[in-house]
């Protein structure tokens, strides 16, 4: 068994303090800084994360065409053989290659292997379960191609960087979802502000084109004349700073601030 070295030990950190940021794309990052740490006998790399049905999904890669992505999120997610393996709320046995699973023989019998990673000329993988407090977050699939498979050592790097990959991606999510909700107030605070400018009476017939009805629907309904909603409306209009009922509804509940 190869063993490893001080120089592998250097790389996992120097990974581990990499992964420490949270941008939009992140995982696409997080694949960028792999493939240039791990170096060219990493033929493709996929980020993996929970979908909207809490099952891993949704790929991201990189060193292949998207399209390889697309053909297992459309196809061929069904026949993948860690599938069952790396599933939300089971415990998973950490980094697992294709001889965890099956023997080398049954695996080039499957669909998952003959029909879908055979095309791009892809053959071992390694799968890395991603779990965060025992709760599974992403996972990573890593591949070669067929003149060389995974090794021990290949398997505790990628286990070792990936408990602080998992970790990085829970607050990256964490990071997303704040930066979600700052969004949503400010959007409000935004809507309350210009609000403001407004009459009550104002505030009213906003508040009712809001829910799509005419000047006319908007006249019966509060007692007063087509004429006088037009009127209210020019005076929304001013205050605003626009022309139309449309532009009026795009500048009270857009992210826009207009100075």
Known sequence: MEH??????????????????????YRHSILEILAERL???YHHLTFLTLDQHDKLGD?????????LCESYTDIYDRFDIFSDVCKPGKRTAGVMSIED?????????????????RKENLYYELAVPLC??????????LFRKKEGDFTLRDKEIVSLFS?????SYHNSLKAQEFNSDRGRLAKRCQKENL?????????EIVSLVEKGLTNREIAKQNNISFHTVK???????????????TEMLHRINSNEIKV
């Open 4 to 25: 490893i070295t001080i120089e592998d030990y250097q790389m996992i950190l120097d990974l581990c303090y990499m992964m420490n940021h949270y941008n939009e794309q």
């Open 39 to 41: 170096g060219s006998g």
């Open 59 to 67: 790929p991201v890669g990189i060193n292949k065409v998207q399209s």
């Open 101 to 117: 699973i099956m023997s080398l023989h049954e695996y080039e019998q499957t669909t998952y292997y003959n029909d879908f990673l």
């Open 132 to 141: 965060y407090n025992n709760r599974l977050v992403g996972g990573l699939g």
């Open 163 to 167: 408990r602080h990959l998992a970790l």
């Open 195 to 203: 609000l403001l400018k407004l009459t009550l009476t104002e505030r």
């Open 231 to 245: 009127a209210h409306l020019d005076h929304i209009y001013n205050k605003l700073e626009v022309h139309s009922r």
